[in-house]
């Protein structure tokens, strides 16, 4: 194959595709394949031609046959499909970036039955005309205790809509402490405006008591808003009023209170020796009017935002034009049934898999990364099993320490770096996502399921020994 030298000798557009034709894909596909191959070897052509020395010849030699393979490579990455499973080993429960809380088996097999046609909004026994969140709602009330219940895209925009449906043009009364950002651009304050209702701050950043709610309670107030403080703590010289308290005032002025509990836990936190996270259940029971909380944090399940509360307010949300344009689609609503079935079943601890996972022993953990160092014993000398921390991460319960264990790798044993060892990790087959720290990549166990971790120790034994 002739070397090419010069922009002059580069060949068409036309002479490439016909050599990609073979792939049977559109020809507007191929025609930007090809025109990425041709631009990308004529720049390199041309870095040489000008700076000879600068660029080296590391690149290789440019030819034909190698456009024709960079275009198949262009094609081969815009085609490739999407998402790409991951085996998370960031000891990092729910993690933002790698879809927050995983499935259950049963979730996953309700998606399935979902996506074809299925009984999304027709009643099967008169086979007339249902509402798409009845199935979902009937377990929340039967798990919450709750009047009424609905559900919609995310925590977000359940209380976009909570207020909207509420108190546009009108006033909420919420606590400075409580005036928050949670993280991705979720604040309070903007959230508010948003939905046309005007946030009235009541207290100080640290202190706030009933008689501030009290005392700004006026003609044009529609709520009291209480939000959980997510993912960070005040201590110190700190006061809030009790949730019933606030629950007290709201009673006495006829207003309804509307509690953002982000988490929106189930199941007592505390029994995995966590700090107590707010129950939706407890703040039912407190008196709230409405009790908003995500279905992808502490709960397991899929991206959802839920409303629990008394009836008359559930059925105004359900009306609000917005409704429509938040409610869940049929895959989230099959995937949070499911889940929610878990709880009514009392098999939550086992079956949801960021419940589960919260569960594992230490001791449990410190075998699961002995097994993988043993399978791996064959690579090398690099391996050590350190105990470790695991978080619960996306913007729930505040970093919080889960003593955990992990397997640890010193890459330097096999000549790479932390950084080289994480990206071949992370584009291996399957994909393996662990923290790099002390130039070394961490592999925490917590959250690896066990059918996990075979694939886990084969990432890894490819990652260390094959070279590219
Ligand atoms: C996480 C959180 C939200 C946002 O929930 P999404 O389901 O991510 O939209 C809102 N409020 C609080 C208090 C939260 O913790």
């Given amino acids: 194959m002739e070397e090419i030298r010069e922009p002059k000798d580069l060949p068409s557009v036309e002479e490439l595709v016909k050599h990609l034709e073979p792939l049977q894909l559109p020809r507007p596909l191929l025609v930007e394949a090809a025109r990425s191959s041709i631009q990308e070897m004529r720049n390199q052509i041309l870095k040489r031609l000008h700076a000879p020395e600068?660029?080296?010849?590391?690149?290789?030699?440019?030819?034909?046959?190698?456009?024709?393979?960079?275009?198949?490579?262009?094609?081969?990455?815009?085609?490739?499909?999407?998402p790409v499973k991951v085996i998370n080993a960031t000891g990092v429960l729910l993690h933002t970036n790698l879809g927050r809380a995983p499935l259950s088996k049963a979730a996953v097999e309700a998606m399935v039955n979902a996506a074809g046609y299925c009984d999304l909004e027709m009643d099967i026994e008169s086979g007339e005309r249902g509402h798409r969140d009845k199935h979902v709602a009937d377990l929340l009330v039967?798990?919450?205790?709750?009047?009424?219940?609905?559900?919609?895209?995310?925590?977000?925009?359940?209380?976009?809509?909570?207020?909207?449906?509420?108190?546009?043009?009108?006033?909420?009364?919420?606590?400075?402490?409580?005036?928050?950002?949670?993280?991705?651009?979720?604040?309070?304050?903007?959230?508010?405006?948003?939905?046309g209702a005007f946030l009235k701050e009541v207290g100080t950043t640290n202190r706030t008591y009933a008689s501030d709610y009290q005392n700004a309670i006026s003609e044009s107030t529609a709520a009291l808003?209480?939000?959980?403080?997510?993912?960070?703590?005040?201590?110190?010289?700190?006061?809030?009023?009790?949730?019933?308290?606030?629950?007290?005032?709201?009673?006495?002025?006829?207003?309804?209170?509307?509690?953002?509990?982000?988490?929106?836990?189930?199941?007592?936190?505390?029994?995995?020796?966590?700090?107590h996270e707010p129950m939706v259940q407890e703040s039912v029971s407190a008196g709230v009017a409405l009790t908003l909380f995500s279905?992808?944090?502490?709960?397991?399940?899929?991206?959802?935002?839920?409303?629990?509360?008394?009836?008359?307010?559930?059925?105004?949300?359900?009306?609000?034009?917005?409704?429509?344009?938040?409610?869940?689609?049929?895959?989230?609503?099959?995937?949070?049934?499911?889940?929610?079935?878990?709880?009514?079943?009392?098999?939550?601890?086992?079956?949801v898999p960021v419940l589960w996972m919260l569960g594992r022993k230490q001791v449990d953990l410190y075998s699961t990364v002995q097994s993988w160092k043993s399978s791996l014993l064959d690579c090398g000398d690099?391996?050590?099993?350190?105990?470790?921390?695991?978080?619960?991460?996306?913007?729930?319960?505040?970093?919080?320490p889960i003593a955990s264990v992990a397997l640890v790798i010193d890459p330097s044993r096999w000549n790479l770096s932390a950084d080289e060892l994480a990206y071949k990790l992370r584009t291996g087959d399957p994909a393996v996502v662990g923290v790099v720290e002390d130039d070394k990549i961490w592999l925490d166990a917590r959250t690896v399921m066990p059918e996990e971790g075979p694939l886990l120790v084969q990432a890894v034994r490819r990652s260390l020994l094959l070279r590219d």
Avoid at 230 to 254: A, C, K, M, Q
């Fill in 142 to 195: 039967r798990l919450t205790g709750a009047e009424a219940a609905t559900i919609v895209n995310n925590n977000a925009g359940a209380l976009f809509l909570t207020l909207s449906a509420l108190a546009a043009g009108r006033e909420v009364i919420v606590s400075r402490s409580q005036s928050v950002e949670i993280g991705g651009r979720f604040r309070i304050p903007d959230v508010m405006a948003q939905s």
């Fill in 295 to 351: 279905g992808d944090k502490l709960l397991g399940g899929p991206q959802a935002g839920m409303i629990v509360g008394r009836g008359e307010y559930v059925a105004r949300i359900r009306s609000h034009p917005l409704f429509r344009a938040l409610r869940c689609d049929k895959v989230t609503l099959a995937a949070m049934h499911a889940t929610l079935m878990h709880y009514l079943r009392g098999e939550e601890q086992q079956a």
């Fill in 225 to 275: 808003l209480v939000v959980h403080r997510s993912n960070f703590r005040l201590i110190g010289f700190v006061h809030d009023p009790s949730l019933s308290e606030i629950v007290e005032i709201g009673r006495l002025y006829n207003l309804p209170v509307i509690h953002d509990l982000g988490s929106g836990a189930l199941v007592d936190s505390s029994m995995f020796g966590l700090e």
């Fill in 382 to 400: 690099g391996f050590e099993v350190k105990e470790s921390v695991s978080k619960v991460g996306g913007g729930s319960i505040p970093e919080i």
């Fill in 54 to 82: 600068a660029s080296s010849n590391s690149e290789g030699e440019i030819s034909f046959l190698r456009l024709v393979e960079r275009a198949k490579q262009f094609i081969d990455i815009w085609t490739r499909s999407w």
